[in-house]
């Protein structure tokens, strides 16, 4: 099962807002914040550890006994060799966040998984050049000619890719180029499966989400080694503890 917790930078509109809210986080996330030398960055750095600690209080309530009216959880972490984040002591609960703009979205599943958010920019159809397989330069023409719009499909590929990079835990050092997607689906972009050139089998599977906010578009894609069946969505806000 994967959950999909996100929340809008408009939760902290001020300096004061973050200072107010910034006592919900553990100590290692506080001090990210205080490294953030500008107010969004530190808007965007603290919701991502709100939504850890949310998305860890649920989890464990529901799958581990803890109670909901429990003190604020004490999370530490610990790293793997690329740097990607786990609950120390949590086994079983893994996470990954991504933000872009105005969001922050936090994946939560007893597998291991990967999301990531993408605010629709400008698009010039030499990044899918520079950075694209030969087989997804093809498959972007191919959705272009179905009458998809291939600035909105650069994005969900770029998404795609990116919560990849972050499930394998590898990173841009993996390269954008050196992954094939291959759709599901034979209309739109919903879901399919990713994997490595030289890989073969499945890879991993992903789902694509298309967000408006009245503003900007975004596009969103969380991956995991499991086809991602029940999954859900929740919007998370600041509450008294």
Known sequence: MIRIYRAGTALLPDEEAVLRNIVYLDEERMRKVWQCRNLEDKKRSLL???LIREGAKEW?????????NANPLSLSYSYSKYGKPYLK???????NVSHSRDYVVCAF?????GIDIQVHKKWKKELAQRFFSEEDKKLLARLENEGFAPSEMFFCMWTVKESYMKLTGEGMRQGLDATIIELEEKEGFGK???????EKGVGAYFKTYQEYDGINKYSM??????????????????HEE
């Open 60 to 68: 464990m309530t529901e799958e581990g006994g803890l109670q909901r």
């Open 48 to 50: 991502a550890g709100y």
């Open 109 to 113: 599943s007893d597998n291991e998984v």
């Open 89 to 95: 002591g949590k086994e079983n609960i893994y996470f």
């Open 192 to 198: 399919g499966t990713i994997k490595k050139k030289e």
């Open 221 to 238: 894609a969380v991956c995991s080694y499991e086809p991602p069946k029940g999954i859900q969505k929740k919007e998370v806000f600041f």
